[in-house]
């Protein structure tokens, strides 16, 4: 269901990694699964296309073996959320811009993270649209994709019904993103903000697709707010035009 189209903004942002200093999944390849060189390559896969993100996602997740609830507890003690995060949130809540997570993770650990991380507050008012989990009777578990997309949760079919809404009706959309699942999305948005020295900066260079470049949530903070505020344009908020753009 879409969100009344009388916001001003809405604020789409990518979890791991984005939100959270860490990314979750990542963290447990690297520490409990087969370690992070192969995930890496993996990585690499994907950007050149040799992989797709689905098949390369679950063949990370499949090499942890630790039980569900014994994953969480262990994210839940080495995560840290983005020390900008907790601020914007606060803002965009009072300001009525609503937060919508869109993570190619899952919704349970996501939710716990916010729980612990942000608060119970933050928990039931930020939506979540992530892939789900499948918890078997021995702890064991499978991530649930949500969709049949490559991507396995295509993030930009989140974005689309409200960047098709009319101009009149139409908020300003922001996306805030760092990595591989993020490509989906990237082409969606009215700003993009991409995460310094990550994976998605390599695919707006090479797409051609404008972006700015956000070191944690102040950046990001910094630049709606101005936005939002008619204090700085779109068009002048966007620092990496990629004018060789298709």
Not at 77 to 101: H, R
Not at 109 to 136: S, W, Y
């Amino acid at each position: 269901m879409l969100i009344a189209p009388t916001v001003k903004a809405i604020v789409f942002t990518d979890w791991d990694g984005t939100v959270t200093l860490q990314d979750s999944n990542d963290f447990m390849t690297d520490n409990i699964g087969y370690g992070q060189k192969r995930r890496v390559e993996l990585n690499i896969e994907v950007l050149e296309g040799r992989w797709t993100f689905r098949d390369a996602f679950r063949d990370m997740l499949d090499s942890v073996h630790k039980p569900f609830p014994e994953c969480i507890e262990y994210l839940k003690e080495n995560v840290q959320l983005d020390p900008g995060f907790a601020d914007f949130y606060k803002w965009a809540k009072e300001t009525g811009i609503p937060v919508i997570v869109v993570s190619s993770g899952m919704k349970p650990i996501i939710h716990a993270l916010l729980v612990k991380l942000v608060g119970q507050d933050a928990a039931n008012n930020i939506e979540i649209v992530a892939n789900d989990v499948k918890v078997n009777d021995d702890g064991s578990w499978d991530i649930v994709y949500r969709d049949e997309s490559d991507f396995g949760h295509d993030k930009s079919r989140a974005i689309k019904p409200y960047a098709e809404l009319p101009k009149e009706e139409r908020p300003i959309l922001f996306y805030a993103g760092d990595g591989v699942s993020d490509l989906s999305a990237a082409r969606e948005t009215d700003l993009l903000f991409a995460k310094a020295g990550r994976d998605l900066i390599t695919y707006c260079e090479r797409e051609g697709i404008p972006y700015t470049v956000f070191h944690n949530y102040t950046d990001i903070h910094d630049k709606v707010k101005a936005i939002v505020n008619g204090k700085v344009t779109l068009e002048s908020a966007i620092e990496n035009e990629n004018i060789h753009a298709l």
